[in-house]
């Protein structure tokens, strides 16, 4: 009787956590790079030059670069490669326009609806960025700037209300991360989230919608003023500081 030969059943490669934190790291270093304000609008991304300034493999760029493409940080041409988004002031006067619709209303509704447990948690990320600024965290500043806006629109319990502002914000961040002065309070603003936050907690919504008003005609200026420098800055000198890995992975 001939004698049946089973296949072993194959194994499931899993990814090592090891291999998790470093293709994390390349994603964060060029987050990083952007949102500190290094690379330029139209700024090729070159898989092979950020491997060795970031000392790691190809690959593992190429997976940070479609995750960022994949979340809007990036736009991907076709055939012609991975480039830093570059919007025109024109654009970014349109996003804040609807920015200013959206979170005027935003707020307006946080006024009459606001409970207990959203108050905290408005206060403990007002608490948060005052933080940040004491450490002189430029890049957690930046990305708890952004997250203030987004935590108004959840704190309105809408799902497709923050997933639209959400994406507004992805688009803007970046004009907004070269337009910023090196050291600020609140978003380069006039109006710091703080004050905000203040009115919101004292109902008072008039008050909200005109300071949130302030607030984003203060960021559509200051980014209106921004001009391109002469010429970009190196790739090595864009990481200084922010390398993924010390050893080539």
Same mark, same amino acid.
């Given at each position: 009787m001939a004698q049946s030969h !089973? !296949?072993?059943? =194959? !194994? %499931? @490669?899993?990814?090592?956590k090891g291999d998790v934190a470093i293709d994390k790291a390349v994603y964060d270093a060029i987050r990083r790079a952007m949102l500190m304000g290094r690379l @330029?609008?139209? %700024?090729?991304? !070159?898989?092979?030059? @950020?491997? &060795?300034? @970031?000392?790691?493999? &190809?690959?593992?760029? =190429?997976k940070a670069l479609h995750r960022l493409?994949?979340?809007?940080w990036l736009e991907a041409v076709p055939n012609r490669g991975t480039f830093v988004p570059a919007l025109t002031i024109g654009e970014v006067r349109e996003i804040y326009d609807v920015r200013t619709m959206l979170e005027t209303a935003i707020v307006g509704r946080l006024c009459a609806e606001l409970g207990t447990a959203a108050a905290q948690r408005l206060k403990a990320h007002?608490?948060?960025?005052?933080?940040?600024?004491?450490t002189d965290d430029r890049v957690r500043l930046f990305g708890l700037s952004g997250e203030f806006h987004v935590l108004l629109a959840e704190l309105c319990q809408n799902e497709q209300? %923050?997933?639209l502002l959400r994406g507004l914000l992805t688009r803007s961040t970046m004009h907004f991360s070269l337009a910023a002065p090196e050291r600020f309070q609140n978003c380069a603003g006039p109006h710091d989230h703080a004050d905000i936050v203040k009115a919101i907690l004292a109902r008072d919504a008039k008050k909200a919608a005109k300071l949130m008003l302030d607030h984003l005609l203060g960021l559509v200026e200051m980014q209106s003023a921004w001009q391109p420098p002469p010429s970009p800055m190196r790739l090595e000198e864009a990481f200084r500081g922010i390398a993924a890995a010390k050893r080539p992975l």
């Open positions: !089973k !296949k072993p059943p =194959r !194994k %499931t @490669l899993r990814p090592r @330029l609008p139209g %700024t090729k991304l !070159k898989e092979p030059a @950020l491997g &060795r300034v @970031l000392n790691v493999s &190809r690959e593992r760029v =190429r493409v994949h979340e809007g007002v608490a948060e960025e005052r933080q940040a600024v004491r209300l %923050t997933k």
